[in-house]
């Protein structure tokens, strides 16, 4: 048996990793999922019951969600109707001989989403986040990350994508070597674009993307494309300044749209039309569809229908959903006790700032007022987002059209929110999702429903376990506002500096000391990226030590509980590709060395446990990373 002196992970969580089995439809199975699988189940039966009950179906738009989930489960209609649905759109691809045809219909063609190799969205801009700004971004390429591309894995996911492509387009009545023809042009047009887009490690500083251009430099990075009329067309106001995510991209547009890749542009636009809309249509293409993701992530087999059908139908409608599951699974007891912990927990982490002893009074004064400004989301939403209250499901026509309309009118929301005022109590997740965030640009904490439940948070637990748990979840979205990515936005979200240049080296050099516990450590047969996983790595340390302070305040406080809970959270089974995968471009570290690392860091760790030099989880004095 394991000793929690050598490794705590194992050691707590021993009987449960021996006896685990990961689901046939999932890559991996622990604390998050079990919470997730088990929303999954109460909601498909909730649903389930709906449709064959109306009088069970709740005011407001849950009806349209669930005549929506009606078509997703009718798979007689769907099989009948086979490629039929996205017909058209294949018809309009094919038809384009020339950027002059794209052009005519650019506008067009951006609102019903089919595949451009660039994506316009508008977000609260970075510098000025009581406003929202246009962002202009790369295409996603076809492999997870471009440090796969040139290695043996990443030749062997592209075999796969070559051939799930070429049997899905055989479906929809191209022959084998029209198919294998477009299969090979989607793939060079891919490949095209792989030099110039940024890794994931790059990206993972958030501050990158904002890089301001004005209307004229936007629209002469291509010769072919024309922009100008795009802005015309899309924007209600005058499009004078648009934020370029990836600069390198954009100045090199004119190697890779040329007349020359217009082919290849068109057969990786066919290609990703039919792979986008495939798990939509008949119960062959949806199979056919799963072999990249089940290669990528080691799925053995996919959902059933039923789940499919229930997914389809959350992607449409989560926060409607979300709303009906934290209404009525999430009592007001709940609510207020984990409000009083946030507000406890942010209380900790001011005395924690006022007592630092790395940082300045006046970054001080600046980080206080950062957490006087914060603001706190728990449980659900008070309303849902307007463009909810536009989704009406067609129940006569194709579960295709009802998706391409509802798309179409998210993306129109979301361009009509142009230069309008950033509402910031807009949730970008749904109740129903087991998890937390934190928004830098709005400087706001979000804790929705389906997290705040045992293992993380119960009233049946003991106040130290909850710490462990949801405490320590709560105060690592808080310690976000100060890791290497939050801590360049100020007390309203605009990225600003305010940090003096002494307090902001010194904070920099303990990043660099995060960076290099985790970089290189062995894990799934790959190695961690310190570097991608930082800012994670700092919400972490700096949550677990605040919520152990917590903990500690309390009258009757059992740390072994603490302790314990954390470990336990973090359980996780899965499959290896689905790690190897998370390695490349999770910005989170493994669940494992999450929970073992950081514990690692806290002096009371060795106290409580009596952990030696000899132990297998002793780290020196000197090498134990405290931030925050």
């Not at 793939?187 to 990206?203: K, M």
């Not at 904002?210 to 291509?222: A, C, E, G, L, Q």
């Not at 997914?311 to 009083?340: C, M, P, R, S, W």
Request: proline share 3%.
């Amino acid at each position: 048996m394991t000793n929690i002196k050598d490794d705590f992970y194992e050691a707590v969580n021993q009987d449960w990793l021996e006896t685990a089995e990961i689901p046939s439809d999932k890559p991996a199975t622990g604390g998050f999922q079990d919470i997730a699988e088990n929303i999954e189940q109460l909601l498909i039966k909730q649903l389930n019951e709906m449709s064959v009950d109306e009088s069970k179906i709740p005011e407001g738009k849950m009806k349209e969600a669930i005549a929506f989930y009606r078509l997703a489960n009718d798979y007689d209609k769907r099989n009948s109707l086979k490629s039929e649905p996205i017909q058209d759109l294949l018809d309009r691809i094919q038809a384009i001989d020339s950027y002059q045809d794209l052009n005519q219909q650019l506008a067009s063609w951006i609102k019903d989403g089919l595949p451009l190799p660039f994506e316009f969205f508008v977000d609260a801009d970075m510098k000025d986040t009581q406003k929202h700004a246009l962002y202009l971004a790369p295409t996603a390429l076809i492999l997870p990350d471009k440090t796969y591309y040139d290695s043996e894995q990443g030749e062997k996911l592209l075999q796969v994508f070559f051939d799930m492509v070429v049997e899905l387009l055989n479906l929809t009545g191209c022959s084998q070597s029209e198919s294998e023809t477009i299969a090979e042009q989607a793939l060079a047009f891919d490949r095209s674009l792989v030099p110039y887009v940024r890794t994931a490690e790059e990206n993972a500083d958030y501050t990158k993307i904002y890089n301001p251009r004005d209307r004229k430099t936007v629209t002469t990075y291509s010769d072919q494309i024309d922009l100008t009329q795009a802005f015309d067309q899309l924007f209600d106001d005058t499009v004078e300044q648009v934020i370029i995510t990836e600069p390198e991209y954009f100045e090199n547009f004119n190697t890779f749209i040329t007349d020359g890749h217009l082919p290849l542009l068109k057969s990786w636009m066919f290609a990703l039309t039919v792979v986008g809309y495939a798990r939509y249509l008949s119960e062959d293409f949806r199979q056919a569809a799963s072999q990249y993701r089940r290669a990528l992530s080691g799925i053995e087999n996919i959902p059933s229908q039923e789940k499919a059908a229930f997914h389809l139908t959350l992607n449409q409608f989560d926060q409607i959903i979300g709303l009906y599951y934290g209404k009525n699974y999430f009592g007001k007891k709940a609510k207020q006790d984990v409000e009083h912990m946030v507000h406890s927990m942010i209380a900790i982490y001011k005395d924690r700032l006022k007592q630092n002893d790395w940082l300045g009074e006046a970054t001080k004064e600046k980080a206080v007022l950062k957490l006087d400004n914060i603001g706190i989301n728990v449980g659900y939403p008070d309303k849902i987002p307007a463009v909810y209250h536009q989704l009406v499901t067609n129940k006569e026509d194709s579960l295709v059209a009802n998706v391409r309309n509802f798309s179409k009118l998210a993306r129109l929301a979301n361009f009509k929110k142009f230069k309008k005022p950033v509402d910031r109590n807009e949730w970008e997740m749904a109740a129903s999702t087991v998890n937390a965030y934190y928004n830098g640009s709005l400087n706001i904490i979000v804790f929705p429903a389906a997290i705040l439940q045992a293992p993380f948070y119960s009233l049946e637990q003991s106040a130290s376990a909850n710490y462990g748990g949801i405490g320590a979840v709560i105060a690592h979205e808080i310690s976000h506002a100060f890791d290497n990515n939050g801590a360049k936005f100020d007390e309203y979200g605009n990225m600003n500096n305010w940090w003096t240049k002494e307090d902001l080296a010194s904070f920099e050099k303990l990043a660099q000391e995060m960076i290099k516990e985790f970089d290189g450590l062995p894990f799934a047969g790959d190695t961690v990226n310190g570097k991608l996983t930082v800012s994670e790595n700092i919400a972490d340390a700096g949550g677990l030590s605040c919520a152990l302070e917590a903990a500690k305040k309390e009258d009757q406080n059992h740390l072994e509980a603490f302790f314990y809970n954390w470990a336990k959270i973090w359980r996780t089974k899965a499959k290896e590709q689905y790690q190897q995968l998370l390695l490349a471009i999770d910005v989170h570290a493994p669940a494992k060395l999450r929970a073992n690392i950081q514990l690692q860091n806290l002096d009371d760790f060795f106290t409580v446990f009596d952990v030696k030099s000899t132990d297998g989880m002793y780290r020196k004095p000197e090498n134990r990373v405290k931030i925050w």
